[in-house]
């Protein structure tokens, strides 16, 4: 059998804000709204983080599940079980809202399976495996047949090695096996270091321009953080034009557009 397996997050599927964390203040404004916290969002967005930290050091292997995440909040914020589903609900909406197909994607996954390979989605994740189908179904990339593991839900992850040797032991008979995520170690170092053709796929990571704009805060205003989301997007909307047209594009989607938005924004 030959085996073709994709990184989800910023591989496949990216997200309107820089970076993972500052989804947490558009979680915690919608939780403000729904009196479910009195904080601001900048303050539960700390909390938020602080609250994964602390699921994933009790653990199994250091993986923790997004209901054991939620159970740490709810000890700090004394919700019943109504209001913790609620909260839950809120952050899996908001998840849901704000994450996007990588351009290019689909059509590298269905070249991958008319090259014969069979397709598998792992993801080093906390959110459950059954939300994350179902952002893959909805994007195109996952079909019958395929197969997606999540490290919250397995108690195994990528960047250890685990989960591309439970992949070795559910499938003995994979011949040839390729890989592509964008995480220099659980995606690049730890499966080659395992005999598997793996390759980075960075075009999600952010540009020098991106992260000025965003800023280096751990939490960052939202309005820069969706700032330069919107450049990143723009910039991988003309990720497969020709060479010749790149550095063009480029210049648009790092500097020109930036600076005339903000000239008719002010």
């Not at 539960?44 to 923790?64: D, L, Y």
Request: hydrophobic residues 45%; neutral net charge; aromatic residues 10%.
């Amino acid at each position: 059998m030959k085996l073709h397996s994709f990184d989800v997050f910023d591989t496949l599927l990216t997200r309107r804000v820089a970076v993972p964390v500052d989804l947490f203040l558009l979680i915690g404004a919608q939780l403000h709204t729904a009196r479910l916290i009195p904080c601001t969002p900048d303050e539960f967005a700390a909390k938020r983080s602080q609250a994964e930290a602390a699921a994933r050091q009790i653990a199994p292997a250091g993986e923790a599940r997004f209901n054991e995440v939620y159970e740490k909040l709810a000890e700090a914020y004394r919700w019943n079980e109504a209001q913790t589903q609620q909260a839950m609900e809120i952050e899996l909406h908001v998840e849901s809202q704000n994450t996007q197909a990588v351009p290019g994607m689909l059509e590298t996954i269905q070249q991958a399976r008319a090259d014969g390979y069979r397709v598998m989605f792992l993801s080093d994740m906390y959110l459950p495996a059954s939300f994350i189908a179902e952002l893959l179904r909805r994007a195109g990339f996952l079909v019958a047949g395929d197969e997606l593991l999540v490290s919250g839900e397995l108690r195994q992850a990528k960047h250890d090695g685990r989960m591309f040797h439970l992949v070795r032991t559910q499938h003995r008979s994979v011949a040839e096996w390729r890989h592509a995520g964008d995480h220099p170690r659980a995606d690049v170092e730890v499966p080659r270091r395992l005999g598997i053709n793996a390759r980075a796929e960075t075009r999600c990571s952010l540009t020098q321009y991106e992260r000025t704009v965003r800023g280096a805060e751990q939490a960052a205003p939202l309005w820069r953080s969706q700032y330069a989301a919107a450049m990143k997007l723009a910039r991988l909307e003309g990720w497969e034009l020709p060479e010749a047209r790149q550095a063009v594009w480029k210049s648009g989607t790092n500097v020109v557009g930036p600076l005339w938005f903000g000239f008719a924004e002010w």
